[in-house]
């Protein structure tokens, strides 16, 4: 589905300062709007320019708080479709409830397919998504998805910044098709640590399958919520001999104690990105250095608008 209209990128009060880096990358304007609250709590959204028959970019990743942040997009979507955009391209760098993506015990709700129906419902046309935390959520949505990765900019990076002797660490045998990916790209070795989970947010390193004994290890996740997962892959590493010690993921979500965790932890060097804000206390961990996916960003909603290949960025 193609528009006749011009590009016009809104943003939600999550993450407002990628919208503008996503402006300035396009060399366009932000859109106007008024975000705001009813002294209630209520949100309010009213668009203050003409948005008819133009092509939408919203951007709003709903991180924490997720349940505020996906109200604000559900309203703002409803806002556009009301104002007649020709097509509304929801922009979400971090989808929240992306964990919730299976019954894996009884009596749970699936709770990424019931936000994917919200989503649709609410007026998206498609969806702009980086790194979901399994990629069968593409799956529960009945709009088009482009489904991006953050590896780009991680490999650019540690090309740019080599490590000798680089081991890529997965935390867990899920995450085994992402680190071997990376481990092709940086030419390295490949490990994997056995994880068992007893209940949410709690996770015990069983072992680490592999040689590590020596070698500088990367460990990639798609997140990072508590720090418990990270901080244990990272103990099991050195206590099976690994000298220096990274880790790259996307989504920084910190929640908790995390920061306390990492900070305390066998990681040198923490790389995230900034599909969602750094909390105040995580941007001041020294070992955390933020990676922007504007670029990206920017360029898959170029060749959205002017229905081009996006291929290019799946890697």
Same mark, same amino acid.
């Given at each position: 589905?193609?528009?006749?209209?011009?590009?016009?990128?809104?943003?939600?009060?999550?993450?407002?300062?990628?919208?503008?880096?996503i402006?300035? *990358?396009?060399?366009?304007?932000?859109?106007?709007?008024?975000?705001?609250?009813?002294?209630?709590?209520?949100f309010?959204? *009213?668009?203050?320019e003409?948005?008819?028959?133009?092509?939408?970019?919203?951007?709003?990743?709903?991180?924490?708080?997720?349940?505020?942040?996906?109200?604000?997009?559900?309203?703002?979507?409803?806002?556009?479709?009301?104002?007649?955009?020709?097509?509304?391209?929801?922009?979400?760098p971090?989808?929240?409830?992306?964990?919730?993506?299976? /019954?894996?015990?009884?009596? #749970?709700?699936?709770?990424?397919?019931? #936000?994917?129906?919200?989503?649709?419902?609410?007026?998206?046309?498609?969806?702009?998504?980086? &790194?979901?935390?399994?990629?069968?959520? *593409?799956?529960?949505?009945?709009?088009?998805?482009?489904?991006?990765?953050?590896?780009?900019?991680?490999?650019?990076?540690?090309?740019?910044?080599?490590?000798?002797?680089?081991?890529?660490?997965?935390?867990?045998?899920?995450?085994?098709?992402?680190?071997?990916?990376y481990?092709?790209?940086?030419?390295a070795?490949?490990?994997?640590? &056995?994880?068992?989970?007893? /209940?949410?947010?709690?996770?015990?390193?069983?072992n #680490?399958?592999?040689?590590?004994?020596?070698?500088?290890?990367?460990?990639?996740?798609?997140?990072?919520?508590?720090?418990?997962?990270?901080?244990?892959v990272?103990?099991?590493?050195?206590?099976?001999?690994?000298?220096?010690?990274?880790?790259?993921?996307?989504?920084?979500?910190?929640?908790?104690?995390?920061?306390?965790?990492?900070?305390?932890?066998?990681?040198?060097?923490?790389?995230?990105?900034?599909?969602?804000?750094?909390?105040?206390?995580?941007?001041?961990?020294?070992?955390?250095?933020?990676?922007?996916?504007?670029?990206?960003?920017? /360029?898959?909603?170029k060749?959205?608008?002017?229905?081009?290949?996006?291929?290019s960025?799946?890697?």
């Amino acid at each position: 589905m193609g528009t006749t209209g011009g590009i016009k990128i809104f943003s939600g009060n999550a993450n407002p300062k990628l919208a503008e880096e996503i402006c300035r *990358q396009l060399s366009c304007d932000m859109g106007k709007a008024f975000p705001e609250r009813f002294s209630d709590g209520e949100f309010n959204f *009213q668009i203050d320019e003409n948005v008819r028959g133009g092509d939408v970019f919203l951007v709003q990743p709903t991180c924490p708080p997720t349940d505020a942040h996906l109200m604000e997009l559900l309203i703002m979507l409803d806002a556009f479709r009301r104002s007649s955009a020709e097509r509304i391209t929801a922009v979400i760098p971090y989808y929240g409830y992306g964990r919730s993506d299976k /019954k894996d015990r009884p009596r #749970v709700p699936i709770s990424a397919k019931l #936000v994917a129906n919200l989503i649709k419902v609410a007026g998206a046309d498609r969806l702009l998504a980086i &790194d979901l935390h399994a990629a069968q959520i *593409q799956g529960f949505f009945d709009i088009p998805v482009d489904h991006l990765y953050a590896a780009p900019v991680f490999i650019g990076y540690y090309q740019d910044h080599p490590m000798d002797n680089l081991t890529v660490v997965a935390p867990d045998t899920g995450g085994a098709e992402r680190a071997r990916a990376y481990a092709k790209r940086l030419d390295a070795e490949l490990a994997l640590c &056995d994880k068992r989970r007893e /209940k949410a947010n709690v996770a015990e390193v069983m072992n #680490v399958v592999g040689d590590v004994r020596g070698r500088n290890c990367l460990i990639v996740d798609d997140m990072c919520d508590t720090g418990g997962s990270l901080t244990k892959v990272a103990k099991a590493l050195k206590e099976a001999g690994a000298e220096r010690i990274h880790a790259c993921f996307t989504h920084g979500v910190f929640s908790g104690k995390a920061v306390e965790q990492l900070a305390a932890s066998d990681i040198e060097k923490i790389i995230v990105t900034n599909s969602i804000p750094l909390r105040d206390h995580a941007s001041e961990l020294d070992k955390v250095k933020v990676l922007s996916i504007a670029p990206l960003l920017a /360029k898959a909603i170029k060749s959205i608008h002017e229905e081009t290949s996006v291929s290019s960025l799946f890697v």
